[in-house]
Protein backbone atom coordinates (compact mmCIF):
# COMPACT_ATOMS: atom_id res chain seq x y z
CA UNK A 1 0.00 0.00 0.00
CA UNK A 2 0.82 3.27 -0.53
CA UNK A 3 0.32 6.63 1.77
CA UNK A 4 0.54 9.78 0.35
CA UNK A 5 0.71 12.41 3.53
CA UNK A 6 -0.02 15.93 2.21
CA UNK A 7 2.69 18.51 4.24
CA UNK A 8 2.83 22.10 4.25
CA UNK A 9 6.03 24.66 4.79
CA UNK A 10 4.60 27.45 6.55
CA UNK A 11 5.70 30.74 8.79
CA UNK A 12 6.62 30.22 11.96
CA UNK A 13 3.04 30.55 13.93
CA UNK A 14 4.57 32.54 16.89
CA UNK A 15 6.52 35.31 14.59
CA UNK A 16 5.21 38.41 13.42
CA UNK A 17 3.80 37.90 9.78
CA UNK A 18 3.63 40.42 7.20
CA UNK A 19 2.63 40.91 3.74
CA UNK A 20 5.05 41.25 0.79
CA UNK A 21 4.26 43.73 -2.06
CA UNK A 22 1.85 41.65 -3.75
CA UNK A 23 0.11 41.36 -0.93
CA UNK A 24 0.72 37.52 -0.20
CA UNK A 25 2.52 36.23 3.04
CA UNK A 26 5.94 37.15 3.20
CA UNK A 27 7.69 33.93 3.03
CA UNK A 28 10.75 34.77 2.39
CA UNK A 29 10.96 37.27 5.95
CA UNK A 30 10.05 34.75 8.41
CA UNK A 31 11.51 31.45 9.58
CA UNK A 32 9.58 28.01 8.44
CA UNK A 33 8.05 24.95 9.82
CA UNK A 34 6.41 22.34 8.65
CA UNK A 35 2.51 22.99 9.81
CA UNK A 36 1.87 21.70 13.60
CA UNK A 37 -1.65 21.05 11.97
CA UNK A 38 0.08 18.33 9.29
CA UNK A 39 2.50 16.93 11.83
CA UNK A 40 -0.53 15.14 13.06
CA UNK A 41 -1.10 13.55 9.71
CA UNK A 42 2.93 12.09 9.88
CA UNK A 43 2.17 10.52 13.25
CA UNK A 44 -1.25 8.85 12.44
CA UNK A 45 0.55 7.64 8.99
CA UNK A 46 3.34 6.38 10.87
CA UNK A 47 1.07 4.71 13.36
CA UNK A 48 -0.76 2.87 10.73
CA UNK A 49 2.42 1.30 9.79
CA UNK A 50 3.27 0.68 13.56
CA UNK A 51 0.19 -0.98 14.12
CA UNK A 52 0.99 -3.95 11.07
CA UNK A 53 -0.24 -1.71 7.57
CA UNK A 54 2.09 -2.78 5.21
CA UNK A 55 3.00 0.83 3.56
CA UNK A 56 5.04 2.82 1.89
CA UNK A 57 4.78 6.53 3.39
CA UNK A 58 5.45 8.99 0.76
CA UNK A 59 5.72 12.91 1.78
CA UNK A 60 4.37 15.47 -0.97
CA UNK A 61 4.86 19.34 -0.21
CA UNK A 62 4.06 22.25 -3.05
CA UNK A 63 6.26 25.32 -2.29
CA UNK A 64 9.49 27.22 -2.53
CA UNK A 65 12.92 25.63 -2.19
CA UNK A 66 13.45 26.13 1.74
CA UNK A 67 9.70 24.24 1.85
CA UNK A 68 12.18 21.21 1.74
CA UNK A 69 12.92 21.46 5.18
CA UNK A 70 9.38 20.68 5.90
CA UNK A 71 9.59 17.54 4.28
CA UNK A 72 13.05 16.48 6.11
CA UNK A 73 11.01 17.51 9.23
CA UNK A 74 8.60 14.68 8.06
CA UNK A 75 10.94 12.40 6.96
CA UNK A 76 12.93 12.74 10.64
CA UNK A 77 9.59 11.67 11.93
CA UNK A 78 9.65 7.97 9.95
CA UNK A 79 8.52 7.39 6.50
CA UNK A 80 9.80 6.78 2.72
CA UNK A 81 10.57 9.55 0.83
CA UNK A 82 9.27 12.77 -0.58
CA UNK A 83 8.32 14.62 -3.29
CA UNK A 84 8.78 18.47 -3.80
CA UNK A 85 6.63 20.14 -6.72
CA UNK A 86 8.76 23.02 -7.00
CA UNK A 87 7.83 25.90 -9.71
CA UNK A 88 8.23 29.38 -10.21
CA UNK A 89 4.95 29.46 -11.50
CA UNK A 90 3.74 28.24 -8.35
CA UNK A 91 3.90 31.58 -6.25
CA UNK A 92 0.68 32.88 -5.44
CA UNK A 93 -1.34 29.98 -6.46
CA UNK A 94 -5.36 29.93 -4.31
CA UNK A 95 -6.39 27.04 -3.16
CA UNK A 96 -8.07 26.26 -6.42
CA UNK A 97 -4.28 25.87 -8.07
CA UNK A 98 -3.15 24.19 -4.83
CA UNK A 99 -5.86 21.48 -4.72
CA UNK A 100 -5.24 21.16 -9.15
CA UNK A 101 -0.72 20.84 -8.57
CA UNK A 102 -1.56 18.21 -5.27
CA UNK A 103 -4.37 16.21 -6.85
CA UNK A 104 -1.75 16.16 -10.55
CA UNK A 105 1.07 15.27 -8.25
CA UNK A 106 -0.85 12.67 -6.41
CA UNK A 107 -1.06 10.76 -9.55
CA UNK A 108 2.11 11.80 -10.60
CA UNK A 109 3.13 9.45 -7.76
CA UNK A 110 0.95 6.64 -8.68
CA UNK A 111 -0.40 3.51 -7.76
CA UNK A 112 -1.92 5.86 -4.10
CA UNK A 113 -4.11 4.03 -1.54
CA UNK A 114 -4.64 6.99 1.09
CA UNK A 115 -3.79 10.15 1.06
CA UNK A 116 -3.70 11.88 4.54
CA UNK A 117 -3.29 15.37 5.84
CA UNK A 118 -3.66 18.16 8.62
CA UNK A 119 -6.93 19.98 8.91
CA UNK A 120 -6.07 23.04 7.70
CA UNK A 121 -2.51 24.85 7.59
CA UNK A 122 -1.71 27.10 10.41
CA UNK A 123 -1.39 29.99 7.76
CA UNK A 124 -4.06 30.32 5.49
CA UNK A 125 -6.50 28.50 7.84
CA UNK A 126 -8.86 27.60 5.04
CA UNK A 127 -9.71 23.91 5.46
CA UNK A 128 -10.87 23.72 1.93
CA UNK A 129 -7.71 21.56 0.31
CA UNK A 130 -8.70 18.20 1.41
CA UNK A 131 -12.18 18.09 0.29
CA UNK A 132 -10.89 19.81 -3.23
CA UNK A 133 -7.96 17.45 -3.57
CA UNK A 134 -10.71 14.59 -2.88
CA UNK A 135 -13.23 16.29 -5.25
CA UNK A 136 -10.51 16.13 -7.91
CA UNK A 137 -9.37 12.95 -7.66
CA UNK A 138 -13.34 12.17 -7.38
CA UNK A 139 -12.13 9.71 -4.27
CA UNK A 140 -14.28 9.87 -1.01
CA UNK A 141 -13.42 12.38 1.46
CA UNK A 142 -12.96 11.17 5.19
CA UNK A 143 -12.36 14.47 6.98
CA UNK A 144 -11.70 15.94 10.01
CA UNK A 145 -10.85 12.77 11.70
CA UNK A 146 -10.29 12.87 15.54
CA UNK A 147 -9.86 8.94 15.54
CA UNK A 148 -9.33 6.42 12.17
CA UNK A 149 -8.56 2.64 11.67
CA UNK A 150 -7.67 1.52 8.28
CA UNK A 151 -7.48 -1.93 7.01
CA UNK A 152 -6.69 -3.38 3.37
CA UNK A 153 -9.62 -2.01 1.77
CA UNK A 154 -11.33 0.29 4.19
CA UNK A 155 -10.67 3.88 6.40
CA UNK A 156 -12.99 4.55 8.81
CA UNK A 157 -12.57 7.54 11.03
CA UNK A 158 -14.69 9.62 13.93
CA UNK A 159 -15.47 12.86 12.81
CA UNK A 160 -16.62 14.90 16.35
CA UNK A 161 -19.17 18.16 15.81
CA UNK A 162 -20.93 20.44 17.81
CA UNK A 163 -23.94 18.20 18.09
CA UNK A 164 -22.36 15.03 18.50
CA UNK A 165 -19.80 12.53 16.44
CA UNK A 166 -20.36 10.37 13.54
CA UNK A 167 -18.67 7.26 12.70
CA UNK A 168 -17.69 7.27 8.94
CA UNK A 169 -16.44 4.78 6.76
CA UNK A 170 -15.50 4.45 2.70
CA UNK A 171 -13.41 2.18 0.84
CA UNK A 172 -9.86 3.27 -0.55
CA UNK A 173 -8.35 5.16 -2.26
CA UNK A 174 -10.11 8.18 -0.18
CA UNK A 175 -8.52 11.39 1.23
CA UNK A 176 -8.32 11.76 4.71
CA UNK A 177 -7.49 14.59 6.84
CA UNK A 178 -7.07 14.36 10.49
CA UNK A 179 -7.44 16.66 13.66
CA UNK A 180 -5.22 17.49 16.90
CA UNK A 181 -7.37 15.29 18.39
CA UNK A 182 -5.95 11.89 16.84
CA UNK A 183 -3.01 12.50 19.47
CA UNK A 184 0.64 14.23 19.95
CA UNK A 185 2.91 14.29 16.90
CA UNK A 186 6.47 12.30 17.94
CA UNK A 187 9.97 14.59 18.39
CA UNK A 188 12.13 13.14 15.76
CA UNK A 189 15.26 10.88 17.56
CA UNK A 190 18.87 11.68 16.49
CA UNK A 191 18.66 8.80 14.85
CA UNK A 192 15.81 9.58 12.74
CA UNK A 193 17.25 12.94 11.96
CA UNK A 194 20.43 11.44 10.60
CA UNK A 195 18.31 9.25 8.74
CA UNK A 196 15.64 11.69 7.18
CA UNK A 197 18.70 13.46 5.55
CA UNK A 198 19.33 10.28 3.51
CA UNK A 199 15.80 9.58 2.57
CA UNK A 200 14.92 10.30 -1.18
CA UNK A 201 13.75 13.66 -2.13
CA UNK A 202 12.06 13.67 -5.98
CA UNK A 203 11.87 17.21 -7.19
CA UNK A 204 9.04 17.77 -9.77
CA UNK A 205 8.20 20.87 -11.81
CA UNK A 206 4.79 21.68 -13.17
CA UNK A 207 5.64 19.41 -16.22
CA UNK A 208 6.68 16.38 -14.47
CA UNK A 209 3.55 16.54 -13.35
CA UNK A 210 1.43 17.41 -16.23
CA UNK A 211 0.20 21.22 -15.41
CA UNK A 212 0.38 24.04 -17.33
CA UNK A 213 1.89 27.08 -15.76
CA UNK A 214 -1.14 29.61 -16.62
CA UNK A 215 -3.44 27.35 -14.06
CA UNK A 216 -1.39 28.22 -11.18
CA UNK A 217 0.05 31.30 -9.52
CA UNK A 218 -1.09 35.31 -9.60
CA UNK A 219 -2.62 35.25 -12.91
CA UNK A 220 -4.49 32.14 -12.66
CA UNK A 221 -6.19 32.91 -9.06
CA UNK A 222 -9.70 33.42 -9.13
CA UNK A 223 -9.38 36.06 -6.31
CA UNK A 224 -7.58 39.23 -5.34
CA UNK A 225 -6.58 40.78 -2.52
CA UNK A 226 -7.04 44.60 -2.99
CA UNK A 227 -5.42 45.97 -0.16
CA UNK A 228 -4.74 45.01 3.37
CA UNK A 229 -4.46 46.98 6.62
CA UNK A 230 -2.70 46.08 10.18
CA UNK A 231 -5.45 46.38 12.30
CA UNK A 232 -5.30 49.44 14.66
CA UNK A 233 -4.11 48.43 17.75
CA UNK A 234 -6.82 48.37 20.78
CA UNK A 235 -6.63 51.10 23.07
CA UNK A 236 -5.09 49.76 26.29
CA UNK A 237 -7.60 49.18 28.72
CA UNK A 238 -7.69 49.07 32.13
CA UNK A 239 -5.73 46.49 34.59
CA UNK A 240 -6.36 46.45 38.21
CA UNK A 241 -4.89 43.95 41.08
CA UNK A 242 -7.18 42.31 43.10
CA UNK A 243 -7.28 43.48 46.42
CA UNK A 244 -9.94 41.59 47.37
CA UNK A 245 -12.60 44.28 45.30
CA UNK A 246 -12.05 42.80 42.09
CA UNK A 247 -14.74 40.68 41.19
CA UNK A 248 -17.16 44.04 42.30
CA UNK A 249 -14.66 46.13 39.68
CA UNK A 250 -15.44 43.65 36.57
CA UNK A 251 -19.19 43.74 38.13
CA UNK A 252 -19.05 47.75 37.68
CA UNK A 253 -17.04 47.50 34.58
CA UNK A 254 -19.50 45.15 33.13
CA UNK A 255 -22.34 47.19 33.80
CA UNK A 256 -20.81 50.93 32.38
CA UNK A 257 -20.43 49.00 29.00
CA UNK A 258 -24.24 47.09 29.78
CA UNK A 259 -23.74 43.70 29.85
CA UNK A 260 -25.65 43.62 33.58
CA UNK B 1 -31.56 41.91 -8.66
CA UNK B 2 -29.62 39.04 -8.91
CA UNK B 3 -30.35 35.83 -5.84
CA UNK B 4 -27.98 35.45 -3.77
CA UNK B 5 -28.13 31.18 -2.69
CA UNK B 6 -27.58 31.01 1.17
CA UNK B 7 -27.17 27.60 2.69
CA UNK B 8 -28.83 27.26 5.89
CA UNK B 9 -28.34 24.91 8.93
CA UNK B 10 -30.70 23.97 11.37
CA UNK B 11 -30.34 22.27 14.49
CA UNK B 12 -33.14 20.02 16.35
CA UNK B 13 -35.17 21.78 13.16
CA UNK B 14 -34.54 25.25 14.15
CA UNK B 15 -32.37 27.45 12.10
CA UNK B 16 -28.82 28.52 13.44
CA UNK B 17 -27.76 32.71 14.08
CA UNK B 18 -25.51 31.88 12.12
CA UNK B 19 -27.63 31.30 8.79
CA UNK B 20 -29.77 34.77 9.96
CA UNK B 21 -26.29 36.96 9.56
CA UNK B 22 -25.89 35.48 5.95
CA UNK B 23 -29.12 36.38 5.07
CA UNK B 24 -28.75 39.41 6.65
CA UNK B 25 -25.50 39.79 4.79
CA UNK B 26 -26.92 38.15 1.36
CA UNK B 27 -29.54 41.62 1.19
CA UNK B 28 -26.38 43.90 0.70
CA UNK B 29 -25.66 42.01 -2.40
CA UNK B 30 -29.05 40.65 -4.13
CA UNK B 31 -31.77 38.86 -3.30
CA UNK B 32 -31.51 35.95 -0.42
CA UNK B 33 -32.08 32.49 -1.46
CA UNK B 34 -32.48 30.01 0.90
CA UNK B 35 -31.33 26.32 0.55
CA UNK B 36 -32.20 24.37 3.08
CA UNK B 37 -31.58 20.52 3.26
CA UNK B 38 -33.72 18.38 4.77
CA UNK B 39 -37.68 19.19 4.66
CA UNK B 40 -38.98 22.44 5.33
CA UNK B 41 -41.78 23.31 7.95
CA UNK B 42 -43.66 25.87 8.19
CA UNK B 43 -41.89 27.31 10.92
CA UNK B 44 -38.63 27.15 9.13
CA UNK B 45 -39.85 29.37 5.76
CA UNK B 46 -41.20 32.15 8.40
CA UNK B 47 -37.85 32.34 10.06
CA UNK B 48 -36.44 32.87 6.73
CA UNK B 49 -39.11 35.07 5.21
CA UNK B 50 -38.88 37.14 8.45
CA UNK B 51 -34.97 37.46 7.80
CA UNK B 52 -35.67 38.31 4.47
CA UNK B 53 -35.49 35.26 1.79
CA UNK B 54 -37.21 35.43 -0.92
CA UNK B 55 -37.30 32.25 -2.41
CA UNK B 56 -36.42 29.20 -0.16
CA UNK B 57 -35.26 25.60 -2.10
CA UNK B 58 -35.59 22.19 -0.68
CA UNK B 59 -33.15 19.44 -1.10
CA UNK B 60 -34.89 16.24 1.11
CA UNK B 61 -32.84 13.30 0.40
CA UNK B 62 -31.34 10.49 2.78
CA UNK B 63 -28.07 10.50 1.24
CA UNK B 64 -27.75 14.11 3.25
CA UNK B 65 -27.84 12.44 6.23
CA UNK B 66 -26.34 9.18 5.13
CA UNK B 67 -22.83 10.36 4.07
CA UNK B 68 -20.44 12.63 4.61
CA UNK B 69 -19.89 16.07 2.67
CA UNK B 70 -20.31 15.15 -0.75
CA UNK B 71 -23.88 14.97 -0.98
CA UNK B 72 -24.57 18.54 0.50
CA UNK B 73 -22.19 20.16 -1.67
CA UNK B 74 -23.69 18.41 -5.01
CA UNK B 75 -26.91 19.75 -3.61
CA UNK B 76 -25.19 23.08 -3.23
CA UNK B 77 -23.92 23.16 -6.78
CA UNK B 78 -27.39 21.94 -8.09
CA UNK B 79 -28.64 25.16 -7.24
CA UNK B 80 -26.20 27.35 -7.95
CA UNK B 81 -25.88 26.25 -11.62
CA UNK B 82 -30.06 26.54 -11.77
CA UNK B 83 -29.88 29.83 -10.39
CA UNK B 84 -26.56 31.47 -11.80
CA UNK B 85 -26.52 33.70 -8.47
CA UNK B 86 -24.12 36.83 -7.42
CA UNK B 87 -22.61 34.62 -4.51
CA UNK B 88 -22.88 31.46 -2.81
CA UNK B 89 -22.73 31.84 1.07
CA UNK B 90 -22.01 29.44 3.82
CA UNK B 91 -20.88 29.34 7.56
CA UNK B 92 -17.85 28.60 8.26
CA UNK B 93 -17.15 25.78 10.22
CA UNK B 94 -15.68 21.92 9.34
CA UNK B 95 -18.81 21.19 7.37
CA UNK B 96 -19.20 24.53 5.79
CA UNK B 97 -16.25 25.10 4.44
CA UNK B 98 -15.90 21.59 3.19
CA UNK B 99 -18.90 22.05 1.25
CA UNK B 100 -18.11 25.50 -0.15
CA UNK B 101 -14.59 23.75 -1.09
CA UNK B 102 -15.94 20.99 -3.13
CA UNK B 103 -18.70 23.60 -4.40
CA UNK B 104 -15.86 25.78 -5.75
CA UNK B 105 -14.06 22.76 -7.48
CA UNK B 106 -17.78 21.97 -9.31
CA UNK B 107 -18.51 25.50 -10.23
CA UNK B 108 -14.66 26.35 -11.24
CA UNK B 109 -15.00 29.38 -8.96
CA UNK B 110 -12.88 31.41 -6.22
CA UNK B 111 -13.45 30.85 -2.86
CA UNK B 112 -12.81 32.80 0.02
CA UNK B 113 -13.04 31.82 3.49
CA UNK B 114 -13.79 33.28 7.01
CA UNK B 115 -15.03 36.45 5.78
CA UNK B 116 -16.01 38.79 8.73
CA UNK B 117 -17.77 41.42 5.92
CA UNK B 118 -19.16 41.46 2.62
CA UNK B 119 -20.04 44.89 0.83
CA UNK B 120 -21.41 45.42 -2.50
CA UNK B 121 -18.49 46.41 -5.34
CA UNK B 122 -17.89 46.80 -8.58
CA UNK B 123 -19.33 43.28 -10.23
CA UNK B 124 -18.09 41.03 -7.50
CA UNK B 125 -18.49 41.87 -3.93
CA UNK B 126 -16.06 42.93 -1.87
CA UNK B 127 -14.86 40.66 1.15
CA UNK B 128 -13.12 41.50 4.41
CA UNK B 129 -11.35 39.13 6.00
CA UNK B 130 -9.20 38.93 9.50
CA UNK B 131 -6.39 37.41 8.92
CA UNK B 132 -2.77 36.65 11.04
CA UNK B 133 -4.50 35.49 14.13
CA UNK B 134 -6.42 38.61 13.56
CA UNK B 135 -4.02 41.36 13.34
CA UNK B 136 -4.40 41.84 9.37
CA UNK B 137 -8.07 43.16 7.79
CA UNK B 138 -7.75 42.52 4.29
CA UNK B 139 -10.03 42.86 1.35
CA UNK B 140 -10.65 40.96 -1.56
CA UNK B 141 -12.91 40.43 -4.43
CA UNK B 142 -13.33 37.03 -6.49
CA UNK B 143 -12.43 37.55 -10.12
CA UNK B 144 -13.37 34.61 -12.05
CA UNK B 145 -16.81 32.22 -11.49
CA UNK B 146 -19.17 32.55 -8.76
CA UNK B 147 -18.20 33.56 -5.56
CA UNK B 148 -18.41 30.95 -3.11
CA UNK B 149 -18.07 32.76 0.46
CA UNK B 150 -18.00 31.36 4.05
CA UNK B 151 -18.79 33.98 6.89
CA UNK B 152 -17.29 33.80 10.45
CA UNK B 153 -19.85 33.58 12.82
CA UNK B 154 -20.87 36.60 14.91
CA UNK B 155 -19.92 39.08 11.72
CA UNK B 156 -22.63 40.80 11.95
CA UNK B 157 -26.10 42.12 14.00
CA UNK B 158 -28.86 40.14 12.33
CA UNK B 159 -31.66 42.52 10.97
CA UNK B 160 -35.06 41.57 9.81
CA UNK B 161 -36.62 42.30 6.91
CA UNK B 162 -39.94 41.00 6.43
CA UNK B 163 -41.15 38.96 3.07
CA UNK B 164 -43.30 36.13 1.89
CA UNK B 165 -40.62 33.72 0.05
CA UNK B 166 -42.20 30.82 -2.29
CA UNK B 167 -41.32 27.76 -1.50
CA UNK B 168 -39.58 25.25 -4.28
CA UNK B 169 -38.45 21.48 -3.84
CA UNK B 170 -35.39 20.79 -6.11
CA UNK B 171 -34.73 17.23 -6.74
CA UNK B 172 -30.82 16.04 -7.14
CA UNK B 173 -29.60 13.01 -8.92
CA UNK B 174 -26.35 12.64 -6.63
CA UNK B 175 -23.13 10.83 -8.04
CA UNK B 176 -22.18 7.62 -6.73
CA UNK B 177 -19.25 9.70 -5.69
CA UNK B 178 -21.71 11.00 -3.07
CA UNK B 179 -22.53 7.30 -1.23
CA UNK B 180 -18.99 7.04 -0.71
CA UNK B 181 -18.21 8.01 2.39
CA UNK B 182 -20.96 6.47 4.31
CA UNK B 183 -21.79 7.43 8.25
CA UNK B 184 -22.38 4.31 9.89
CA UNK B 185 -23.42 5.48 13.46
CA UNK B 186 -24.03 8.92 15.41
CA UNK B 187 -23.96 9.60 18.73
CA UNK B 188 -25.66 12.78 19.83
CA UNK B 189 -24.24 14.93 22.99
CA UNK B 190 -26.10 15.51 25.86
CA UNK B 191 -27.25 19.15 26.09
CA UNK B 192 -25.55 21.70 28.82
CA UNK B 193 -28.86 24.11 28.38
CA UNK B 194 -26.15 27.14 27.65
CA UNK B 195 -25.84 28.68 24.18
CA UNK B 196 -23.84 27.38 21.39
CA UNK B 197 -20.30 28.63 21.68
CA UNK B 198 -20.31 29.98 18.12
CA UNK B 199 -23.11 31.63 18.57
CA UNK B 200 -23.58 32.87 21.92
CA UNK B 201 -23.28 36.81 22.85
CA UNK B 202 -21.03 36.58 25.82
CA UNK B 203 -18.04 33.68 26.59
CA UNK B 204 -16.56 32.84 29.82
CA UNK B 205 -13.94 30.90 29.02
CA UNK B 206 -10.91 29.20 31.50
CA UNK B 207 -7.37 28.04 30.41
CA UNK B 208 -4.06 26.07 32.12
CA UNK B 209 -4.74 28.77 35.25
CA UNK B 210 -8.01 26.90 36.48
CA UNK B 211 -6.29 23.85 37.74
CA UNK B 212 -8.21 21.20 37.54
CA UNK B 213 -11.43 20.14 36.38
CA UNK B 214 -13.24 20.73 39.27
CA UNK B 215 -12.06 24.46 39.07
CA UNK B 216 -14.33 24.85 35.91
CA UNK B 217 -17.11 24.61 37.53
CA UNK B 218 -16.15 28.55 38.78
CA UNK B 219 -16.36 29.47 35.01
CA UNK B 220 -19.58 27.40 34.51
CA UNK B 221 -20.75 29.46 37.78
CA UNK B 222 -20.31 33.03 35.86
CA UNK B 223 -21.77 31.70 32.40
CA UNK B 224 -24.82 31.00 34.25
CA UNK B 225 -25.09 33.93 35.86
CA UNK B 226 -24.30 35.82 32.78
CA UNK B 227 -26.21 33.67 30.19
CA UNK B 228 -23.29 33.09 29.06
CA UNK B 229 -21.40 29.79 27.09
CA UNK B 230 -18.61 28.35 28.18
CA UNK B 231 -15.01 27.34 26.70
CA UNK B 232 -11.24 26.47 27.33
CA UNK B 233 -8.12 27.22 26.04
CA UNK B 234 -6.25 24.06 24.20
CA UNK B 235 -3.84 23.51 27.17
CA UNK B 236 -7.21 23.11 29.17
CA UNK B 237 -8.71 20.80 26.99
CA UNK B 238 -5.55 18.75 26.50
CA UNK B 239 -5.56 18.02 30.08
CA UNK B 240 -8.79 16.85 29.75
CA UNK B 241 -10.25 19.57 32.02
CA UNK B 242 -13.24 20.68 29.60
CA UNK B 243 -14.62 18.91 26.81
CA UNK B 244 -12.75 19.34 23.25
CA UNK B 245 -15.38 20.80 21.18
CA UNK B 246 -15.69 24.10 23.60
CA UNK B 247 -11.62 24.84 22.69
CA UNK B 248 -11.14 28.27 21.32
CA UNK B 249 -7.90 29.06 19.49
CA UNK B 250 -6.31 28.03 16.18
CA UNK B 251 -7.09 24.24 16.04
CA UNK B 252 -10.70 25.01 17.85
CA UNK B 253 -13.39 27.51 17.29
CA UNK B 254 -13.10 31.07 15.82
CA UNK B 255 -15.69 33.38 18.34
CA UNK B 256 -16.11 36.90 18.23
CA UNK B 257 -18.89 37.28 20.77
CA UNK B 258 -19.70 40.77 22.28
CA UNK B 259 -18.19 40.15 25.69
CA UNK B 260 -15.11 37.16 26.04
CA UNK B 261 -14.23 36.73 29.50
CA UNK B 262 -10.74 34.82 29.77
CA UNK B 263 -9.64 33.21 33.13
CA UNK B 264 -6.28 31.88 33.59
CA UNK B 265 -5.37 32.27 30.05
CA UNK B 266 -2.34 33.92 29.40
CA UNK B 267 -3.07 34.92 25.78
CA UNK B 268 -0.66 32.58 23.65
CA UNK B 269 -0.96 33.79 19.74
CA UNK B 270 -2.30 30.48 18.90
CA UNK B 271 -5.51 31.06 21.54
CA UNK B 272 -5.90 34.96 20.49
CA UNK B 273 -6.19 33.48 16.66
CA UNK B 274 -9.63 32.38 18.06
CA UNK B 275 -11.03 35.01 20.25
CA UNK B 276 -9.24 38.02 19.09
CA UNK B 277 -12.57 39.14 17.18
CA UNK B 278 -14.08 39.69 20.67
CA UNK B 279 -15.75 43.08 20.61
CA UNK B 280 -14.84 43.46 24.54
CA UNK B 281 -12.36 41.36 26.49
CA UNK B 282 -12.09 40.68 30.34
CA UNK B 283 -9.33 39.00 31.93
CA UNK B 284 -8.64 37.46 35.00
CA UNK B 285 -4.87 35.69 35.59
CA UNK B 286 -1.97 35.80 38.17
CA UNK B 287 0.54 36.74 36.14
CA UNK B 288 0.64 40.69 35.37
CA UNK B 289 2.99 39.76 32.66
CA UNK B 290 0.56 37.31 30.62
CA UNK B 291 -0.18 38.68 26.79
CA UNK B 292 -4.26 38.63 27.67
CA UNK B 293 -3.66 41.78 29.49
CA UNK B 294 -2.44 43.65 26.13
CA UNK B 295 -5.35 43.24 24.44
CA UNK B 296 -7.66 43.22 27.41
CA UNK B 297 -10.56 46.55 28.09
CA UNK B 298 -10.68 45.22 31.76
CA UNK B 299 -8.17 43.04 33.90
CA UNK B 300 -7.63 41.85 37.06
CA UNK B 301 -4.50 40.66 38.14
CA UNK B 302 -5.76 38.25 40.72
CA UNK B 303 -6.51 34.53 41.87
CA UNK B 304 -9.51 33.52 39.85
CA UNK B 305 -10.05 31.05 42.57
CA UNK B 306 -11.58 34.05 44.80
CA UNK B 307 -12.60 36.25 41.75
CA UNK B 308 -14.53 33.85 39.69
CA UNK B 309 -16.69 32.90 42.83
CA UNK B 310 -16.68 36.03 43.84
CA UNK B 311 -17.90 37.39 40.37
CA UNK B 312 -20.54 35.12 40.51
CA UNK B 313 -22.15 36.16 43.79
CA UNK B 314 -21.78 40.08 42.64
CA UNK B 315 -23.59 39.11 39.51
CA UNK B 316 -26.55 37.32 41.27
CA UNK B 317 -26.79 40.64 43.46
CA UNK B 318 -26.74 42.76 40.59
Known amino acids: MKIVVLVKYVPEPTATWTYADDLTIDRAGVEGRLSELDEYAVEQALQLTEKGLDAEIVYLTMGPAKAVDGLRKALSMGGTSGVHVLDDALHASDAMATSLVLAKAIEAVGDVDLVMSGMASTDAEMSVVPSMVAARLGWPQVTFAAALEVDGSTVRIRRDSDTGSQNVEASLPAVVSVTDQTGEARYPSFKGIMAGKKKPVTTMTLADIGVDASAVGAGAAKSVTASANVRPPKEAGTVITDEGDGAAKIADFLASAKFI | ?318
Open chain 2, 1 to 318: MAPVLVLIERVDGAVRKPSLELLTLARRIGEPAALVLGAVDDATVATLGEHGATTVYSVDAPELTDYLIVPAAEAVTHVAKMLDPAAVLVTSGPDGKEIAGRVAVALDSGIITDAVDIQPGDGSPVVTQSVFSGTWLADSTITSGTPVITVRTNSVAVETSPSTPSVESVDVAFSDLARAAKVTGTTAKQSSGRPDLTDAAIVVAGGRGMGSEDAFALVEGVADALGAAVAASRAATDMGWYGHEFQVGQTGKTVSPSLYIAAGISGAIQHRAGMQGSKTIVAVNKDPKAPIFEIADFGVVGDLHTVLPALTEELGKR
